[in-house]
């Protein structure tokens, strides 16, 4: 995987092009070892993504050019990284030029790149955008007739970024949230 995200990336950072230093980072909430859901990064983007090391803006003039790549895990990480730094102006510029499919847009807004808790089912086990959970109580969902039974499956469900006690899934074709504790992950 790393090498395929490499070779794509002629080794070269894919958010500011610098060679030094460079690895690969996957871009969460997605966890798997698929090369479209990482990207090559120097250690000067990394440690500035990951609030390791105080943001230096001009470093990051560099999106103007990376924020138009066509792999998705680019476009996500320069929009969060705009996104941060929105209130400097010129971010928010290059934001309302930046083209995010719809796909991909829910990503950038599904995660941090900065540490932080996590969401985390009825076990302690860590639950990540897209996973099968089953419900471990039955609920009564206030103001609708959708049935949520103790045993039901939630498939592809998605994380409230702003709460880790929230996650949201599709029942008889609606969105509900639902609490974490009350949720373990699928087998
Ligand atoms: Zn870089």
Redesign the pocket.
């Known amino acids: 995987m790393n090498q395929d995200v490499m070779e794509r990336a002629n080794q070269a ?1 894919e ?2 092009a ?1 060679q030094s230093a460079v690895s690969t980072y996957v871009v969460p909430p997605r966890s798997d070892d698929n090369p479209t859901h990482a990207l090559a ?2 250690k ?2 990394m440690d500035q993504l990951k609030g390791e090391a105080e943001i230096d803006p001009n470093h990051w003039r560099s999106l103007n050019d990376s924020m138009w790549s066509e792999v998705d895990a680019v476009k996500v990480i320069a929009w969060r990284m705009l996104d941060r730094m929105r209130d400097l102006g010129w971010p928010q510029d290059l934001l309302d030029m930046i083209y995010l499919e719809e796909s991909a847009m829910e990503w950038a807004t599904s995660a941090s790149d900065l540490p932080g808790p996590k969401h985390l089912d009825s076990n302690g086990s860590e639950i990540c955008q897209g996973d099968n959970l089953v419900l471990i109580k039955t609920l009564d969902v206030k103001g609708s007739n959708v049935a949520v039974k103790k045993g039901d499956v939630v498939k592809n469900i998605r994380l409230v970024l702003d709460n880790t006690e929230q996650v949201i899934g599709r029942i008889d074709g609606q969105e509900i949230v639902l609490l974490t504790q009350y949720l373990r992950k699928s087998k």
Do not use: V
């Open positions: 950072c958010l500011c610098s990064m120097c000067t983007c």
